[in-house]
Structures are given as C-alpha cells and as structure tokens.
C-alpha cells in the first residue's frame, strides 16, 4: 500500500498514525506545505497571553519525532499543487527549493483544512494584518505584542478572534472587538451571547457589534480601522479573524463532487466521487446531525476522528462517519460558552419548526461553595427531538453540553433527560441535575402540565405578575407588570383579571410555574415565562445596539 496524506495537522496526522498502526508495511507520506505538522492549532491564543508559556508545547510532534515513531515519511514545506486521479499521481513542489515532482499513490487522503477568510475591503489585504492560523503566525503576533504595543483591533467575534482578543487583553493592550453580527460567538443566539458581552466589558474589551469595518489603512507605525458607522479606531495592531474558507482547490481541479455547502464531497465512508481519494477535515461537508442538511463544521474533534475513520475504511472496515453536530466550546475569560446542534437560526434557515426553553441551574448544589449559574437554551421539536442546545455559565457548562451532544446523536428524547442518572456530589451538581431538570421542564411542556411564553413573544395584550418577592423587585422588573409575591398569591386572587392572559414570571421560572399552577387551578388564563426575568433580561441585553463600545475611554486592567 502506497498511501499519500495531503496535509499533516489535525486530520491528516490522526490519519497517518492510523494507518501505521493497521498496516506495518505500507509506505505512508505526509506532504504539508507549512513548516509544522500536527501542532496544536487550537491552544495556538493562549501562547499570546502566555497561558501557554513556552511556545514548543504546541508542536505536538515535530516532523522528525513523527518520522521516528510512526515510519511515516514527512515532507513539510512541500505543496502539493495538483491531483491526477487517472494516473494516481500528486505534482509536488518543494517549496524551499522550487523544485516539483510528482508522487504516485494507492489510496489518497485530503486533509488540507481551511484558511481564513479576508473580507474584500481595502487594506484588508495589507501583509500586516495579521490572522492567527499557524506556529509561524502565533510566533508573529507574539513578537509584537513582546515589542511593548499599547493597543489591538481584532476583526471578527467567532471562537478564534474572541480567544485572541482575551489574550491580548491578559497582557494589558487596550483591546477593541469589532463584530458585523449583533452577537459575538454566532453558534450561539444572540440573547444567549448577552452575558459574554458583560463578561468582555467587564475586562476592559471594548465592543463594537453590528457594525463592519469598511477600510484599514496603515499609517506610520500605526493603523487606523474604518467602522461602517465612520467610527476610526487608531491602533497598533490588527488581527483578522471573521472566518474560514475550506481549501478545496485541489479537490476542484482534480474533478472532485463538490457539495452543495462548499466543501468536498464525501460518502459516508468519507470516500471523494473517487473511490481511491479520501477526505477529512474543515475542507468537507458533512451531514449536519441536527438538521439532516449538508454542513462545513471546521472544528478539530469531526477533524480527527475522521482522519482516523478514513484509514480504517482505506483497509476494509467500512466504517461509517454519520455527520456532525457541531458540539464546541469557547472560553471568555471567566465564562464558558458551550454550543451543540442548531441554534435558532439555523433552524429558522433549514425551515424546521421548533420550540425552546430556558433555565438558569446553578452548577452544583447552592450550599455548597462555588456554585455558578448557568444559563441553559434548549431547542427541541413536538417529537421530543433535542435539535440543539446552548450553554454559558462557569463551571459545569462543559458537562452538561456534552452530555445533550451525546444524547442527540444517541437519539435520547428530550423527556428522557429526566431519566439520567449523573454524578453527583454536592461539589459536582445536584441530585436533579440542570440536566434531569431540562427533561422535567420539557415533560411538563409536551404533556400540557404547563404553557410557556418567551421574553421576546410576551403578547402585548397579557397581564404580566411578577411573584418574586420584594427585594427581588427592588432591582427592577418588567415594565409595566404587576407584583404579587407567591406566598400571598392565593389570597389575592381577587385582584386578578379573569378574562385575560397572566404571563407569570419569577426570577428563574420554577415559582412562576407553581404561581401559573396557582392559577390555573382557580380557573385563570396563565403561562410562564421561560427561564423568567433572567431571560428577560438576557433578551433586553442583547437588544441594544452596541454600535459604540463599552467602557468608552477606559484603559484596561492586567
Ligand atoms: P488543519 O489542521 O488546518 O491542517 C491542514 C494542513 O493542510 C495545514 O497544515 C496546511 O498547511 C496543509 N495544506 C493545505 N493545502 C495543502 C496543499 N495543497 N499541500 C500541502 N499541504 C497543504 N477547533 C476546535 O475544535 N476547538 C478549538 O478550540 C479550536 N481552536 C482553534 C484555534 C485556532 C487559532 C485555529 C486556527 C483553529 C482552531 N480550531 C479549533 C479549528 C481546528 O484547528 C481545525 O478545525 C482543524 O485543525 C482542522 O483539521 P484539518 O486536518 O482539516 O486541517
């Protein structure tokens, strides 16, 4: 067997060391056309903040420590630069020095990736925008920081430019996050990305959100960003990070299917329209498990184990990668935002119908030191499909996404969260998991035991009771709502209109269903609010249009 792998990193080495392991005699070639191979992309931020101090702990493995333990032949710096499948050939060029060759092979891997994306405005292109996307780019952005730079613009609020900009932020640069959605982190919906955007304010990033940049322009040492509003931020560095691109060039050129997403495309076996290429990694689509809808997910976890499922099928085990679901994690300074399946959105695009609650669980049991709340989106459909889940909070989010994802691609039912039985000690959770409780409220929606509004479809028309206790209102309330607080709900009954719609709310949303309880035991028209004035405020949050930054003329902390 004569087996070429056309890229080195997350897909491409898990296929590599695979195929060694299944095949001792085969004749292996990584070709990478970057000088590292199967590195770790993903820690590459937190080298910039020196979490990660010393830079050589993300070089997984270097090309000859890989060559060495798995006799696999590694060529970095080596591009392949075209595919002919008639003759099973590869042309190389070596890019040190020029010279191309060509290669045969049995059995072909993709795993070229992606790259990031460049938006076409002007200066977009200026060799010193910088995006984070390899060792050499890290090692970059790392020397100008070391310089002693004030100030940093990052474009773009995915994972990668949230990861940087709270990096940049820990060593003390004035950070500013430019984001064209209203929302940073899109896998997430908008009201659900509301306390991230508290979190990046409450350390010093400065947002601007809805509002795209329009020109970059170097001036002196310096960089003036252009904001579509006409805001000009004047700053010493910038970094490009507002997506991803998969590399599917090669595939085009070669007469590779190319799906209806962009990415190349694979039988469930990850096998090309050419039964004797493979591929794998952010350059394919994938059946997106939620929605049943082709899908590029460009995350290592799909990456690597496909790597590996390719090679496995490459000596006959016919082994099927079912799709994706898209289950990710990102750390915003204190907070973890988690996401699995489809959000609103995509749904909303697929035109899937849907129905959705909140709760906000603490992390583990209240008396117990260190319990965080977090803030839980379920998406489900009248079948009691999990069709997603979002989760942002501290500790725990981790869990609890997991343990949705694994249940989505298991076909457990929303009711049957109820079921699981979970760990549990008062440092770790509750004896009802906010996991079991998702499964209670989902019951108690499907089997009619209550009725639930979202902050955002409060009807005009319904009388809204707030039933939290005084202190509680102090705070603030919805406006325009009534307050009874729940232990003297009974006794005011009278108070009440009868012919109109109450939508209760407490400040969770577990005594505004026994107030909706309350009342539809005394023959009112009632329905809860969703994850109550939580919710709510989530909502009104992520309403306003942060054009402007947060903490305008405020230096950040270290
Ligand atoms: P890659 O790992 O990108 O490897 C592709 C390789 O192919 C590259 O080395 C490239 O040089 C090479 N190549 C491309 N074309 C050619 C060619 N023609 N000839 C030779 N070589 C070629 N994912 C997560 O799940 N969690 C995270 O926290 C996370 N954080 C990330 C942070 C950063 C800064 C980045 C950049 C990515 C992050 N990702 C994360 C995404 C994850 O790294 C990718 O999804 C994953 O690496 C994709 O694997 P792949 O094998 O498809 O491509």
């Not at 794998?280 to 082709?294: C, M, S, T």
């Not at 969770?508 to 994850?531: D, H, P, T, Y």
Request: with cysteine; proline share 5%; net charge neutral.
């Amino acid at each position: 067997m004569k087996l070429i792998i056309i890229g080195g990193v997350a897909g491409g080495a898990s296929a590599a060391a695979r195929a060694r392991r299944l095949d001792e005699h085969a004749t292996i070639t990584i070709y990478d056309r970057g000088a590292y191979i199967s590195f770790a992309n993903c820690g590459l931020p937190y080298h910039l903040g020196d979490i990660i101090k010393n830079r050589d702990e993300l070089i997984l493995m270097s090309p000859s420590g890989f060559e060495q333990k798995t006799q696999v032949t590694i060529k970095t710096r080596h591009e392949v630069s075209a595919i002919d499948p008639h003759k099973k050939t590869v042309t190389v060029r070596d890019l040190a020095s020029g010279n191309e060759f060509s290669d045969t092979y049995d059995k072909l891997i993709l795993s070229p990736g992606s790259s990031p994306l460049i938006p076409p405005v002007p200066g977009a292109k200026n060799p010193k925008v910088l995006c984070l996307w390899t060792i050499p780019d890290m090692d970059q952005i790392k020397s100008i920081i070391d310089s002693g730079i004030n100030s940093a613009v990052v474009i773009g609020g995915g994972f990668i430019g949230v990861e940087v900009a709270e990096n940049l932020a820990y060593k003390g640069i004035e950070v500013t996050l430019v984001e064209m959605l209203p929302n940073i982190l899109p896998q997430l919906d908008a009201e659900m990305a509301a306390p991230l955007h508290e979190e990046m304010r409450h350390h010093r990033v400065k947002l601007y959100l809805g509002n795209g940049v329009s020109e970059i322009n170097e001036q002196g040492a310096k960089f003036i960003v252009s904001l579509q509003d006409g805001t000009a931020l004047h700053t010493d560095l910038v970094i490009m990070a507002v997506g991803v691109r998969p590399n599917v060039e090669l595939a085009k050129s070669a007469n590779l299917a190319i799906g209806e997403s962009g990415g190349i495309q694979v039988n469930s076996t990850l096998q090309t329209s050419n039964p004797d290429i493979y591929a794998v990694g952010d350059a394919i689509e994938v059946n997106h498990l939620a929605i049943g809808r082709p899908a590029r997910i460009a995350l290592a976890g799909p990456a690597a184990k496909q790597g590996r499922i390719a090679a496995n099928n490459i000596y006959g085990a016919n082994q099927a990668y079912r799709g994706s679901l898209g289950t990710s994690i990102c750390k915003v300074f204190n907070k973890s935002a988690a996401s699995t399946g489809a959000n609103e959105t995509t749904l909303q695009q697929a035109g899937i119908s849907y129905l959705k609650c909140y709760l906000h669980p603490a992390s583990h049991a209240s008396y117990y030191p260190g319990a965080e709340m977090m803030h839980i989106k379920v998406l489900f459909n009248h079948q009691e499909r999990i069709l997603g889940a979002q989760i942002v909070g501290g500790q725990g989010v981790d869990k609890r996404i997991d343990v949705i994802a694994t249940s989505i691609r298991n076909g457990l039912t929303i009711t049957q969260l109820e079921e699981l039985e979970l760990c549990y000690a008062p440092p770790y959770g509750s004896a009802k998991d906010p996991i079991n409780f998702i499964g209670f409220v989902a019951n108690n929606l499907l089997k009619g035991h209550t009725e639930i509004v979202t902050p955002e479809a409060i009807p005009a028309e319904a009388f809204v009771l707030d039933v939290r206790e005084d202190f509680e209102v102090a705070r603030g309330m919805i406006p325009g709502a009534q307050h009874i607080p729940l232990g003297q709900l009974r006794n005011r009954l009278d108070t009440l209109p009868k012919d109109t719609l109450i939508v209760v709310y407490c400040k969770v949303g577990i005594r505004g269903f026994n107030a909706e309880r309350i009342l539809k035991g005394n023959g009112f028209s009632a329905k809860n609010l969703s994850g109550g004035y939580l919710s709510w405020q989530m909502f009104q949050s992520s309403r306003v249009h942060r054009t402007q930054p947060f903490h305008e003329g405020e230096t950040n902390v270290h």
